[in-house]
């Protein structure tokens, strides 16, 4: 089982500001496709907002972006507005079938 | 745009049995895709419990796979979660997604379950 380690638990910016949030993976990750980012706000699904480690799923303004590769990932977040301060998620898959999540960075002002 | 929609009891007792249902608008349930039942216990992160597949497929987290089945119910567009010999390290928001291709696309928006007597 795949074991994911997101940092900082916690991360206090202000808007217009850029966040950088990690996730780092305890066994490299076979395909770049398996690596995904959500976003979660109080009393609210998951939203789906970086798939394949780095395409925006629809509707997801181009301040959100995703990289790495192999056991790191980053989650960037250019111009925070205030809609974003939430808790974001990463999540790999791997085979057999099985999807595993990160415990979150809370984005907080 | 698909849609889902969780339902079913909010109160389950120690030791029974945790059944839910998810229906799916919008979009056939026969499609190609995987279906499947997430939960968040309050204030922690998410677990994935499971999946279903059109063909009556299933693949479940290991961690849980003694108490869990997952099925689907193509008639009526909906797939259902029963999780047996529940305790109240059960209670969680459970929802419901669809998988688009190594990840969850779209998402119910939730049902609390509670696991008390």
Do not use: M
């Not at chain 2, 119910?73 to 190594?102: H, I, M, P, R, W």
């Amino acid at each position: 089982e795949i074991v994911l380690t997101q940092s900082p638990g916690t991360l206090s910016l202000s808007p217009g500001e850029t966040a950088t949030l990690s996730c780092r993976t305890s066994q490299s990750v076979s395909s770049s496709d398996y690596l995904a980012w959500y976003q979660q706000k109080p009393g609210q699904a998951p939203r789906l907002l970086i798939y394949g480690t780095s395409i925006r799923a629809t509707g997801i303004p181009d301040r959100f972006s995703g990289s790495g590769s192999g056991t790191d990932f980053t989650l960037t977040i250019s111009r925070l507005e205030p809609e974003d301060f939430a808790v974001y998620y990463c999540q790999q898959y791997e085979k057999p079938p099985r999807y595993t999540f990160g415990q979150g960075t809370k984005l907080e002002i | 745009q698909v849609q889902l929609q969780e339902s079913g009891p909010g109160l389950v007792t120690p030791s029974g049995t945790l059944s839910l249902i998810c229906v799916v608008s919008g979009g056939s349930i026969s499609n190609n895709n995987w279906w499947n039942w997430v939960r968040q216990p309050q204030g922690k992160g998410l677990e994935w419990i499971g999946e279903t597949h059109h063909s009556g497929s299933t693949n479940y987290n290991p961690s849980l796979k003694t108490r869990v089945t997952i099925s689907v119910d193509k008639s009526k567009n909906q797939f259902s979660l029963n999780l047996n010999s529940v305790t109240a390290a059960d209670t969680a928001v459970y929802y419901c997604a669809k998988e688009g291709g190594y990840r969850l696309d779209s998402w119910g928006q939730g049902t609390l379950v509670t696991v008390s007597s």
